[in-house]
């Protein structure tokens, strides 16, 4: 009932940006938490950053917190991760996912397809 489709991915030099977009759409997206998480090779699945469906309240990971921020336009139900200053260890598939009840963020409910972020030193 929920479909999300992320956008941005791509490969950066140490230091740079990126911006990803994860478009949501289906019979139940107004009132999802969204959120972003990651994982690299041998490592397990994190969640990142989350934002409740109002955007009142956030969540950021503490190896992110300071580099990245999570925002939403819920007119054009998408979700946003800026993330500034990367860093090698921020390599990982990048995946958006939904929460029907998280405020921010409870369990998640349905995944994006994932996308590649590369950080290259």
């Known amino acids: 009932q929920v479909q999300l489709v992320e956008s941005g991915g791509g490969l950066v030099q140490a230091g740079g940006s990126l911006r990803l977009s994860c478009a949501a759409s289906?019979?139940?997206?107004?009132?999802?938490?969204l959120g972003w998480f990651r994982q690299a090779p041998g490592k397990e699945r994190e969640l990142v950053a989350a934002i409740s469906w109002k955007g009142a309240n956030t969540y950021l990971a503490a190896s992110v917190k300071g580099r990245f921020t999570i925002s939403r336009d819920n007119a054009k139900n998408t979700v946003y991760l800026q993330m500034n200053s990367l860093k090698p260890e921020d390599t990982a598939v990048y995946y958006c996912?939904?929460?029907?009840?998280?405020?921010?963020?409870?369990?998640?409910?349905?995944w994006g397809q994932g996308a590649q972020v590369t950080v290259s030193s």
């Open positions: 996912a939904a929460d029907l009840y998280g405020d921010p963020w409870g369990a998640t409910d349905f």
């Open positions: 289906g019979r139940l997206v107004s009132n999802c938490a």
